[in-house]
């Protein structure tokens, strides 16, 4: 296992669905505070928060946190990172990046931890989460990403797969994708620096574009799907979850 990973959470104002997102209020504070909170309370290395905005970075350092001012037209949150972790460590003396995602206020700082074990296997260069799913209409929902993986050990699947459809056929449990992922230093500027991969593009998910270059991701399986918020809906289920 590495010895020195950096949690890194992409922030930015300009979501469609629900404007100046990171600053929305739970409780009185910023949601992007209570995503540091989490991820602190993790405890698996520095947290900087890579904000497109400097009002995403003054409420951090309010709250006492760190983040970095990165630049507001990045196409992706492991872009934004991978500016954050340059700015943060141009020394390279964190050789794994944890992308803990800011919208994600309930995230369990266990999940966290979690997601850094199968970077202890030398042959996987990124590792993410997956929960089983149990409620029958979201077997369906094209909003719920489904990993297609095969067991590799307890609690672990390699990824063979990710899509919006029900997959894979027949009996068995299926499991949701959980956006939360752990990179190596050197996986991660791979990925970044190749172009959009033909499948990435088909079913709108990044993660294909590590699959189609034959990156390895593993990911482990957790009990709980944290809330992503990205409606005005969802933020107020994260004030009923958080209060």
């Known amino acids: 296992m590495s010895a020195s990973p950096i949690v890194l959470v992409p922030a930015r104002m300009s979501s469609t669905r629900l404007p100046g997102k990171p600053l929305a ?8 505070v209570h995503v540091w909170r989490r991820a602190m309370e993790a405890a698996v ?30 196409p992706s949150g492991s872009d934004r990172i991978f500016e954050a972790i340059r700015l943060f460590d141009p020394a390279g003396k964190h050789d794994v990046v944890v992308n803990v995602q800011g919208d994600l206020p ?7 931890r979690a997601a850094l074990e199968p970077l ?7 590792s993410t989460l997956a929960a089983e799913i149990r409620r029958q209409e979201e077997k369906t ?8 993986g095969t067991t590799v050990a307890p609690r672990r699947q390699r990824a063979l797969y990710f899509t919006r459809a029900t ?38 998910l990044e993660q294909l574009r590590a699959l189609e270059a034959g990156m390895r991701i ?26």
Do not use: C
């Not at 995230?107 to 966290?112: G, Q």
């Not at 202890?120 to 990124?126: E, L, T």
């Not at 929902?141 to 297609?148: A, E």
């Not at 056929?169 to 970044?192: K, M, N, Q, S, T």
């Open 25 to 32: 209020d739970i409780h009185g504070q910023p949601m992007i």
């Open 45 to 74: 290395g520095p947290v900087v928060v890579a904000a497109d905005a400097p009002e995403i970075v003054a409420a951090v350092e309010k709250a006492g946190g760190t983040a970095v001012l990165t630049r507001p037209d990045h």
């Open 106 to 112: 309930t995230i369990d700082p266990e999940s966290v």
């Open 120 to 126: 202890a296997d030398p042959s996987v260069d990124i």
């Open 141 to 148: 929902d094209s909003n719920v990403v489904k990993l297609v």
């Open 167 to 204: 997959a894979p056929w027949g009996d068995g449990p299926l499991f949701h994708h959980i956006g939360l992922y752990a990179y190596r230093r050197a996986a991660l500027e791979r990925f970044v620096a190749l172009p959009p991969s033909p499948l990435e593009l088909r079913e709108r």
């Open 218 to 243: 593993d990911a482990m399986v957790v009990d709980t799907v944290p809330l992503g918020v990205d409606t005005p809906h969802d933020l107020d289920r994260a004030r009923q979850l958080l209060r």
